[in-house]
């Protein structure tokens, strides 16, 4: 397994791996629907631009894409947009590694980094709080669902 930047003929793989990953995982979360309109955020000309900016790592076994990562920007704030691995690669410390690898060269322009993940998504918060993300605010949704809820962490550390 390797971890590199993502390139442009790695779009259509990365495409794919949602399809397979994305509604799966949310289903439970947001319904089938909801799911399902997760994939709006990795259609190849949404991500197009953050590969093109090298904000997009991959976690590759052999061939095949088994997790992505986005990081991005929300106003003057370095955001972690995307952190999914293939079910079958979890709690290998792949995620951990895919994510310090895409953060890391943040340390030079910014003290902290911030993740959003949605509220019944404990996976996630179970992840983020081991590797010493903590809570900063928690948004309601605009459905009022307090399951998606919109809960955003931090990560600071000395510059």
Do not use: C
Request: net charge negative; glycine share 6%; hydrophobic share 45%.
């Amino acid at each position: 397994m390797t971890i590199r930047l993502a390139r442009l003929d790695d779009l259509s793989a990365i495409e794919r791996f949602a399809l397979d990953v994305v509604p799966a995982h949310y289903a439970p979360i947001l319904g089938d629907e909801g799911a399902r309109a997760q994939l709006h955020w990795w259609t190849t000309e949404r991500m197009k631009p953050a590969v093109e900016a090298s904000r997009v790592h991959v976690a590759v076994e052999g061939e095949k894409i088994i997790g992505v990562v986005q990081i991005g920007v929300l106003g003057e704030d370095h955001v972690v947009w995307k952190l999914y691995l293939a079910p079958e690669f979890r709690g290998q410390s792949i995620g951990a590694d895919l994510l310090q690898q895409a953060i890391e060269p943040l340390r030079r322009v910014t003290d902290h980094v911030l993740v959003e993940h949605f509220a019944r998504n404990t996976e996630a918060a179970k992840f983020y709080e081991r590797e010493g993300w903590t809570v900063v605010s928690v948004e309601p949704s605009r459905s009022g669902d307090p399951n998606a809820a919109v809960v955003w962490r931090r990560t600071t550390w000395a510059t």
